[in-house]
């Protein structure tokens, strides 16, 4: 098990480049680890934006439940929780329409 910390970052997540580029650090961890630990301790905003783009976009690359088994959340406040939750689900959604 490996943690990438999103604290390291910014406390302050919003946009859909710095969330481009959380992604291009987080996938290759995903994909050479059983599980990666999203930290979120100290982070104090995620925007949709920045969620979509990190995170959801994943669901690109991967299933949703293959994601699930690589992946576990630490230390989202409850605004975070609910922008990438929103995020997942919406792109989740988007997918299975098409």
Do not use: Y
Not at 17 to 45: C, H, M, S, Y
Not at 60 to 72: A, D, G, R, V, Y
């Amino acid at each position: 098990m490996v943690t990438f910390t999103f604290r390291e970052i910014g406390e302050n997540l919003g946009t859909r480049p710095l969330g481009a580029k959380a992604r291009e650090q987080l996938l290759p961890l995903i994909q050479a680890n059983d599980v990666v630990v999203l930290d979120f301790t100290g982070v104090n905003v995620v925007s949709n934006s920045f969620a979509d783009e990190c995170i959801a976009k994943l669901l690109l690359l991967m299933p949703l439940q293959e994601l699930k088994q690589h992946t576990t959340f630490r230390g989202l406040n409850p605004i975070a929780e609910d922008s990438v939750l929103t995020a997942l689900q919406r792109r989740h959604l988007s997918m299975t329409e098409a």
